[in-house]
């Protein structure tokens, strides 16, 4: 139990789909963040909250839409994604966005896109 | 931009033995060093973390060292067991534009023989 809750663990979807990947963390922490992880390349931030601001889109295509109601919450907005969007995506927390917090993962949602 | 090589991408080693991941990093103001274990299905697993103001850390089996200067630091994992397979991904903190970011290496799937 990492502390971090991440659902569903697995998606399929067409590219003309909606749909949202939900993440709950029980640490008290206040940042929140997503991830792309793909096969043979580095884990990619996509976003980060702080106290529910986004403080951080690293130039995320606007296919992708986050969501961050409550410093415990963060959702992942999916629409009209591509094949190359297939990917594990990671959300982690940390007690806050400062400077060398240390960051905690949930264990992913595993989202293919046919 | 800022990037963390990582080496080797696949280790085999036999149970017992000691097993060493090597990263570099190119931002020189990182201070911020941690060490993540990923297993198959789960998201990454914090394991250490070493910060800028220390050369080594240790945890049990496993230890952690930083080189500054040459802007090295290294995983260390002693008397290794099966459970220890598993992925392996170093990363540094960002600096630039502030927040706390993490970049990360590609990985290295550590392999434990029996």
């Known amino acids: 139990e990492t502390g971090v809750t991440q659902t569903p663990r697995h998606l399929v979807m067409g590219m003309t789909n909606k749909k949202s990947l939900k993440c709950e963390q029980h640490?008290?922490?206040?940042?929140m963040y997503w991830y792309k992880q793909s096969a043979k390349k580095p884990l990619e931030l996509m976003f980060v909250?702080?106290?529910?601001?986004?403080?951080e889109n690293n130039s995320v295509p606007s296919r992708f839409s986050p969501e961050c109601p409550n410093s415990s919450h963060l959702f992942l907005h999916l629409h009209t994604l591509q094949p190359e969007d297939s990917a594990l995506y990671l959300c982690?927390?940390?007690?806050?966005?400062?400077?060398?917090?240390?960051?905690?993962f949930g264990d992913g949602t595993r989202l293919s896109i046919l | 931009g800022e990037n963390v090589e990582q080496h080797p991408s696949t280790l085999s080693v036999q149970e017992g033995d000691s097993a060493v991941i090597k990263c570099t990093y190119s931002?020189?103001?990182?201070?911020?060093f941690p060490w993540y274990k990923q297993e198959l299905g789960k998201g990454p697993q914090l394991i250490i973390d070493?910060?800028?103001?220390?050369g080594e850390k240790k945890d049990q089996r496993i230890a952690v060292t930083l080189n500054k200067t040459a802007k090295h630091f290294s995983l260390h994992i002693t008397e290794t067991q099966p459970e220890d397979s598993a992925v392996y991904f170093c990363?540094?903190?960002?600096?630039?534009?502030?927040?706390?970011?993490?970049?990360f290496g590609t990985g290295t799937q550590l392999k434990v023989e029996l």
């Open positions: 990363a540094a903190n960002i600096l630039t534009g502030g927040g706390n970011k993490l970049t």
């Open positions: 982690a927390s940390s007690q806050d966005g400062g400077v060398s917090q240390p960051q905690h």
């Open positions: 909250y702080n106290f529910k601001e986004q403080t």
């Open positions: 931002d020189s103001a990182s201070n911020y």
């Open positions: 070493i910060r800028s103001n220390v």
């Open positions: 640490l008290g922490h206040n940042a």
